[in-house]
């Protein structure tokens, strides 16, 4: 089903474009919440009576992206990780990373829109990543991963010394006969008493 884009939407496209959709997710999402209008004569004719209109608003995000491209080449990311002796990272560094990262400098990227080479960072080092930003326009941001300092004394030395099974077994089976010796010695008459202590 054809339908014309009322607002913009990250996921199909932006105002005024044109787009072919399922039926359902049309009548059941994009109509009732005004994202979209049916492909018709009649909504043609809205769509060409506004088409100044949403022409200057991508204009405005075309020199948006253009400042927001400059702005981000010039930042450099340092993200510090816990990672072992070799350098090697205990988790990765996804885009996700990146957009938080990218969030608390300012910068509100979508983590959609960050390309990393491969599935991410996975060791400590300097790396390149691409943000696309609007249409064809794409930033390129350098990336520093550090080494976060994990205190290994301090835990090592908050753990108590693990026991092995065997000593475990062995205080389990020395008990009960422990408890049967202590029951029968409170349970004898002074008789058996006098004789166990000849």
Known sequence: MKIILNKDLSTLGEEGDVKDVA??????????????????????KILEGRKAEIESRKEQKRLDARG???????????????????????????????????????????????????????SVGKYKAVLKLYENQSAEITITITAQEIKTEASAQAKPARRGRKDERQEASEAPVQEAAEDTASNSTPEVAAEQAE
Not at 68 to 74: A, D, F, H, M, S
Not at 89 to 107: H, I, M, R, S
């Open 23 to 44: 039926r359902g997710y049309a009548r059941n999402y994009l109509f009732p919440r005004g994202i979209a209008l049916p492909y018709n004569p009649r909504t043609i």
């Open 68 to 122: 927001l491209k400059e702005k981000i080449e010039n930042l450099e990311l340092s993200i510090s990780m816990p990672a072992g002796a070799n350098g090697k990272l205990y988790g990765a560094v996804t885009n996700q990373t990146v957009a938080d990262e990218l969030a608390k400098a300012g910068f509100q990227i979508e983590r959609k829109r960050i390309e990393l080479a491969g599935s991410g960072f996975k």
